[in-house]
């Protein structure tokens, strides 16, 4: 059984700090995913990575891809409360690449 | 430009009741996937499916669960006789393409809360 452990579960910053956040798996993934999710919604994809050691930025949010294929962080830089959020990361697997394997979570809030 | 449609979006059922749960997909989307979220778990996968086809159903669970895709009209996922520990969120996502690709992402839906009373 894939498993994905996301740390830290809970993260509360000031505006304006950077963080970052984790996905790690002794497993290994054709892909891994980050999606956002606020309170009552579905996940939201953010970025989708797939290659090891790949390295995408998307405005303030820095994803990166382990080079073993097993391990992915979020860096935020200057985080501000509208980034407050659910962070979700999700692996998928050649083969059978639509069951994806989420982690539980980070927990983030940003305090004005 | 409609994501994906689930309704309801909360829904309350005795035990023993059924649940039906329906899910649109995006336009031009023939690809659809369920996925349960429960308390303090991440989302898991459930079922994929085509227009009238079951693709891959492995992560069901073995009784009382069931879904469709018709030809016509939206997805749904039904669960007979539902017990307390069904309560959870079950969202619909759909693709474009078959599987996850970078070209083809999911998009998901806002889920249906099922709770079981």
């Known amino acids: ?112 | 430009n409609a994501g994906v449609m689930q309704n309801p979006r909360h829904l309350v059922r005795r035990r023993g009741q059924e649940a039906r749960l329906r899910c649109s997909p995006m336009k031009g989307h023939s690809h659809v996937y369920w996925y349960r979220q429960l308390p303090e778990e991440g989302l898991k996968f459930m079922v994929y499916l085509q227009k009238e086809n079951i693709i891959d159903e492995s992560g069901m669970p073995k009784e009382r669960f069931s879904a469709e895709f018709p030809k016509e009209g939206p997805s749904i996922l039904r669960i007979q006789q539902v017990v307390r520990g069904d309560s959870a969120a079950y969202f619909c996502a759909s693709s474009q393409n078959a599987g996850v690709e970078e070209n083809s992402p999911l998009h998901f839906g806002n889920g249906t809360r099922l709770t079981v009373t």
């Open chain 1, 1 to 112: 059984t894939q498993l994905l452990e996301q740390s830290p579960q809970f993260l509360s910053i000031q505006e304006g700090e950077n963080l970052t956040v984790y996905c790690n798996s002794s497993s290994v993934f054709s892909s891994l995913q980050w999606y956002r999710q606020e309170p009552g919604e579905g996940p939201v994809l953010l970025v989708t990575v797939v290659t090891g050691g790949e390295v995408k930025k998307l405005k303030r949010l820095t994803f990166q891809f382990g080079d073993a294929r097993k391990d992915s962080s979020l860096h935020i830089t200057a985080a501000q409360p509208g980034d407050t959020g659910l962070y979700l990361c999700a692996g998928g697997s050649g083969g059978s690449n639509y069951k994806l394997t989420f982690g539980k979570g980070t927990l983030l809030t940003v305090n004005p």
